[in-house]
């Protein structure tokens, strides 16, 4: 049975609930998951992730994403944080690398379009993202990607949208249930 590690991040921007981090407590029970919380930190999701890699065949981050209206699967991370909101810890970084010298990019090593399919197959809204921003589940993708260059270990990251308390007052806000982002990221862990 393959080990995977399934991470993902606590509330951030004065949210009180991350719908990546609910879909994450009501995943964790698997016995093929090893389920972790993230910090929405520059300095420390990287730090409380990385020590945890060793002995997973793959990793599959998740973070929200406001404004997305299905579950978007990331191509790709670039090496640079450059904040339009402060973090948890109150910084802002802007125009900043991650890895001083490093790659300008890391593409994501799990099946991309294969997972897609399989959440659509779910009857959910899916599509491949280019851009997983420049904020802190950027960064995390990154320093997951840098660290597990070469190793053969599969690793990327899905956005998810709000859930709809997010987005009560605002209809223009996408927003889909808890259930099915659970549903469609089952699906995702299935393909791997």
Same mark, same amino acid.
Do not use: W
């Given at each position: 049975?393959?080990?995977?590690? =399934? #991470?993902?991040?606590?509330?951030? &921007?004065?949210? #009180?609930?991350? @719908?990546?981090?609910? $879909?994450?407590?009501?995943?964790? %029970?698997?016995?093929?998951?090893?389920?972790?919380?993230?910090?929405?930190?520059?300095?420390? +999701?990287?730090?409380?992730?990385?020590? *945890?890699?060793?002995?997973?065949?793959?990793?599959?981050? =998740?973070?929200? +994403?406001? &404004?997305?209206? &299905?579950? #978007?699967?990331?191509?790709?991370?670039?090496?640079? /944080?450059?904040?339009?909101?402060? /973090?948890?810890?109150?910084?802002?970084?802007?125009?900043?690398? !991650?890895?001083?010298?490093?790659?300008?990019?890391?593409?994501?090593?799990?099946?991309?379009?294969? !997972?897609?399919?399989?959440?659509?197959?779910? %009857?959910? @809204?899916?599509?491949?993202?280019?851009?997983?921003?420049?904020?802190?589940?950027? *960064?995390?993708?990154?320093?997951?990607?840098?660290?597990?260059?070469?190793? %053969?270990?599969?690793?990327?990251?899905? *956005?998810?949208?709000?859930?709809?308390?997010?987005?009560?007052?605002? @209809?223009?806000? @996408? +927003?889909?249930?808890? /259930? /099915?982002?659970?549903? %469609?990221?089952?699906?995702? $862990?299935?393909? =791997?």
């Amino acid at each position: 049975m393959s080990r995977i590690l =399934l #991470t993902a991040f606590e509330p951030f &921007g004065g949210e #009180t609930v991350n @719908p990546s981090m609910e $879909i994450l407590h009501r995943l964790s %029970g698997r016995p093929d998951i090893d389920a972790l919380t993230v910090p929405v930190t520059f300095r420390d +999701a990287a730090a409380a992730v990385l020590p *945890h890699l060793p002995g997973h065949d793959a990793v599959l981050m =998740l973070g929200q +994403a406001r &404004g997305r209206t &299905g579950l #978007t699967v990331e191509r790709v991370a670039i090496n640079v /944080d450059d904040a339009s909101i402060a /973090d948890n810890a109150k910084e802002c970084p802007c125009d900043q690398p !991650i890895v001083k010298n490093g790659p300008a990019a890391h593409f994501a090593t799990l099946p991309v379009k294969a !997972i897609v399919e399989a959440i659509r197959a779910e %009857g959910l @809204p899916a599509a491949i993202s280019n851009s997983a921003g420049t904020f802190v589940c950027n *960064h995390l993708m990154y320093c997951v990607l840098h660290a597990l260059e070469g190793s %053969g270990v599969r690793a990327g990251f899905i *956005h998810v949208p709000c859930l709809p308390e997010q987005t009560q007052g605002d @209809p223009a806000v @996408p +927003a889909m249930p808890l /259930d /099915d982002m659970t549903r %469609g990221i089952e699906a995702a $862990i299935r393909v =791997l």
